[in-house]
């Protein structure tokens, strides 16, 4: 079985501030994991994945996460927000030789204050 | 990355109507799709899994009779909501993954729909 937990329903920042949307898996394998960008209306952006080798994963928009095999996490991160970066943020998960159907967490809310 | 096209993005019908959904897959084939369903402020809910050339899979508790899919073409997946009530209201999204390698998936822009 394979779970995602987004224990933020939602996360404030301000503008120029560092943001960080957290997120913890389960999986019974070695896991796919992915972020992705909902806004209003829309269907869902991807931003970035992690799969294998370097743990720190740039994507786009200057999104960057951090995979923590021990802590089975993959917090996504961001330098300096803007006020664009608002949205909802989706992560995924895949148990890699398991199931091709990627588990969605529930979603935090970005809200980014000017 | 791959483009997943949905058609429409919005539609307004009356209720005991059906209303038809495409998702197309722009640049690449895509032997699988799904179709998600979203309440407000909520999480994507899997509603089936559409296989080319085959019944798709339903989740449990998803009416196979009213949420009809068809996936006739590599590229091309329609669900149709028959006999829509109001209740059906949602927005639906569909998604593809490319195949040979690919991992991530795909989303359509979704499509609102509203019965009145």
């Known amino acids: 079985a394979q779970s995602v937990a987004q224990p933020e329903d939602q996360v404030n920042v301000a503008e120029g501030n560092p943001l960080t949307v957290k997120c913890t898996y389960s999986v019974s394998g070695n896991p796919y994991l992915f972020w992705y960008v909902q806004y209003p209306n829309r269907g869902l952006q991807f931003l970035l994945k992690?799969?294998?080798?370097?743990?720190l994963v740039k994507g786009s928009y200057g999104f960057e996460a951090e995979f923590n095999k021990s802590q089975t996490s993959f917090h996504l991160k961001k330098p300096s927000a803007l006020v664009s970066d608002s949205a909802l943020y989706f992560c995924a998960v895949r148990d890699f030789g398991g199931s091709y159907i990627p588990t969605f967490g529930r979603g935090t809310s970005l809200i980014v204050h000017p | 990355g791959a483009v997943v096209s949905q058609h429409p993005s919005w539609v307004i019908c009356k209720s005991g109507t059906s209303v038809k959904i495409e998702c197309r897959s722009l640049d690449f084939q895509a032997t699988t799709m799904f179709w998600y369903r979203q309440f407000p402020k909520q999480s994507l809910m899997l509603m089936a899994t559409?296989?080319?050339?085959?019944?798709?899979?339903?989740e449990q508790g998803v009416e196979k009779d009213k949420f009809l899919i068809n996936h006739a073409s590599l590229t091309l997946s329609t669900l149709t909501v028959t006999s829509a009530h109001p209740e059906d209201s949602s927005f639906y999204i569909c998604s593809a993954t490319p195949g040979s390698g690919g991992t991530e998936a795909f989303f359509g822009q979704g499509t609102r729909l509203t019965v009145v």
């Open positions: 992690y799969i294998t080798g370097d743990n």
């Open positions: 559409s296989n080319e050339g085959s019944k798709a899979t339903y």
